[in-house]
């Protein structure tokens, strides 16, 4: 009965010493709400990584090569910068939250940055609009 209750508290005084998680483990996460991925890519002169969602008609404006625009469309561009993977050598992922920009399109295409700041030569809202639309989309099987 000693050695069991002797066992019960070394693994109790085992759990209680694992470390919490480091500040530097925990990222914001972008929620999507409910938008669908069309495509990302990697800047790795700057360090960050971007991922292009929109809405089901930002989707097919998209597959179309982004020629003709449907009021309702949204288009959110979400940029982070780059860390090392610690479980993966050689590898990188998400890591702090830099920019959120949004295109919507009504009567005419509206870009609004939502969070962060954009950095760059191309910061006017044509500019933007042009260069988020100068991305492909990912086609999915």
């Not at 809405?55 to 009021?71: C, D, F, I, K, V």
């Not at 979400?78 to 959120?100: C, E, F, P």
Request: aromatic share 10%; glycine share 6%; charged share 15%.
């Amino acid at each position: 009965m000693k050695n069991i209750l002797f066992l019960l508290f070394l693994l109790t005084a085992a759990s209680a010493c694992q470390p919490s998680v480091r500040e530097a483990d925990t990222r914001e996460m972008f929620n999507a709400e409910g938008l669908r991925v069309i495509t990302s890519f990697a800047n790795t002169q700057q360090q960050t990584m971007s991922v292009l969602y929109g809405n089901e008609s930002a989707s097919a404006a998209a597959l179309s090569g982004y020629q003709t625009h449907l009021p309702g469309e949204i288009f959110r561009l979400v940029v982070y910068k780059q860390t090392d993977n610690r479980l993966w050598y050689g590898s990188h992922i998400n890591g702090a939250l830099l920019s959120v920009e949004t295109i919507t399109s009504g009567d005419q295409l509206n870009y609004k940055l939502e969070k962060g700041h954009v950095s760059g030569d191309n910061t006017s809202a044509s500019d933007r609009i042009a260069y988020i639309f100068s991305h492909k989309p990912s086609v999915f099987p």
